[in-house]
């Protein structure tokens, strides 16, 4: 205990505040002079009362003050997120009330980032499933290619930017005649293979991010050109028949 420097100024100055008094009298005595010890006593006891406001907030200060301001800045940049600073704590054995706090505080600094990497690593899963529900709700499950509700908000948001930036697209749709016979023939499982053949084709067909390929229901197909020229959108249209057909 008594290694501990704030407890050693605190003791110090208790020291001091004692032997001031009794060094007074004690020299004072050999004079034999009651009335000078008095007016000496008088005169420690008021300027005692008087500094002992600002002597208690120094020894305060001293002793906790930096340690608990030390404390509260570190609590407010963990408020705000900024992390905690380590605080430095002495062994066990000789922790006092004040070490056991920062120890504490430590611990739940230490804590609190946890969470908080667990939370943003939630967070970002979430987030990632999130956006792959959000993919396949937008995808035909059969195909792969975009479904009804799909296109049709794509093509009202192309039609809209399009028309304040004066730039045409156009729609190609896709019909598979005489297909419901084909499916009641050869059964479902080849009607769906049917499909999924014109889903990829589709899909190789496909300029990333400017064609958007679509299933509008049953065996009806589509897609979004932009970018074209008129005579190239024509020459994809008369083509698509003979890639599906490979």
Not at 53 to 62: A, C, E, F, N, S
Not at 93 to 114: A, V
Request: aromatic fraction near 10%; include cysteine; charge should be neutral.
């Amino acid at each position: 205990m008594l290694g501990d420097p704030k407890i050693n100024f605190i003791l110090a100055s208790l020291i001091t505040i004692v032997l001031i008094p009794i060094l007074v009298c004690l020299g004072v005595s050999y004079t034999g002079n009651l009335e000078i010890i008095q007016v000496c006593l008088a005169t420690w006891f008021f300027l005692f009362i008087v500094a002992l406001p600002p002597l208690g907030r120094l020894v305060y200060h001293q002793a906790f003050g930096k340690e608990l301001e030390k404390m509260r800045k570190n609590l407010r940049k963990l408020r705000h997120g900024f992390g905690w600073e380590y605080i430095n704590v002495p062994d066990q054995k000789n922790e006092n009330e004040l070490d056991g706090l920062k120890r504490e505080l430590n611990w739940l600094s230490h804590y609190i980032q946890y969470q908080e990497a667990s939370l943003g690593d939630r967070i970002a899963c979430v987030r990632l499933e999130a956006s792959e529900y959000r993919r396949r709700s937008l995808l035909d499950s059969l195909t792969g290619v975009y479904n009804r509700g799909a296109f049709e908000s794509e093509l009202k948001k192309r039609a809209e930017g399009n028309h304040l930036n004066e730039k045409s697209f156009y729609l190609l749709l896709l019909d598979l005649d005489e297909f419901k016979s084909l499916n009641d023939s050869q059964g479902h499982s080849e009607g769906d293979r049917i499909l999924q053949c014109i889903g990829k084709t589709l899909l190789d067909c496909c300029r990333q991010d400017r064609d958007f390929p679509f299933r509008y229901g049953g065996d009806e197909f589509g897609l979004l050109l932009e970018g074209r020229m008129k005579r190239q959108t024509v020459d994809a249209a008369e083509t698509m028949p003979d890639k599906i057909r490979r």
